[in-house]
């Protein structure tokens, strides 16, 4: 029973909130209370769902010796002994394979989705194996996860999306990633090296312009994609454009916020700030009541 706890506890039930980003696509197209796409769009959240658990297994493996140093990662079942190496090796490749079966034909999911997944597992894994030793480029590919599973939500029902979706997309998971790393090395200070290798690449002056930069281009792509009035933008495909202009709001208010957070040194799990800041949270709903407002509105 140990055992089984130490993998529940593994697997990361917590970061599950990150595979909602599989909504965003049908939401932003309408497409969410159609009954097939968003029993499509179930099928990519558990794929991606199952998919990460295992990798988190995988990394909690590869990374045992840098996470006893860490004070609160030491106390994760594998790196405190409470679960196995061998047997969390073996629970992760039984969750790989029914993730990619999920995301297949055979599963519920289609061909594209199975692309997607195996793109997301493949970096990930390559992640795991060596790319997290290489200083910016490591958090590039840890952005990609998001991004890969915004698009997901939209190969899953073979929805057409925008280039500016894309791009804010790809901006706000890069935005997000580095965050997390400043948020880190305020946390750790001189043993942030000794938990992470990469840290040691950066500097706190290099991830406040990094932040600065990312933060500036997910406004800039999210006023384009909430403005863009050709076939392809939110304020042409639907009716009511004022609510949808007016999310620019709450997510530049909630950009702001979480830069204030990160200059305190929170931020180095992001889910966590999802769960229990009451602000992002206010902010959260007041965008989801615009964006609804604004796309399902007649």
Known sequence: MRAVRGLLISIRPRQWVKNLLVLVAPAAAGQLTNGAVFSHTATAFAAFTVGASALYLINDIVDVDNDRLHPIKSRRPIAAGAVSPRLAGVTAGLLLVASMWLASPW?????????????YLAVSLAYSAGIK???VIEFCVVASGFFLR?????TAS???VSNWFLTVTAFAALFIVVGKR???????????????????????DFLRAALTVTATVVVTTYCLWAFDVSDTGLSSVHHLVVPIRLTVVPVVIAILH?????????????????????????????????FIIGVHGS
């Open 107 to 119: 599963g519920g999911g289609n061909s594209a989705l199975l692309v997607v997944l195996g793109i």
């Open 133 to 135: 030793k290489l200083p």
């Open 150 to 154: 915004a698009l997901a939500g939209a």
């Open 158 to 160: 073979d929805l057409f």
């Open 182 to 204: 400043a948020a880190e090395i305020s946390e750790l200070q001189s043993s942030a090296g000794a938990h992470r290798h990469v840290l040691d690449d950066y500097s706190p």
């Open 258 to 290: 979480i830069l204030q957070r990160l200059e305190r040194g929170d931020g180095g799990a992001p889910e966590d700030l999802i769960l229990t800041d009451r602000t992002l949270q206010v902010l959260g709903a007041l965008w989801a009541i615009l």
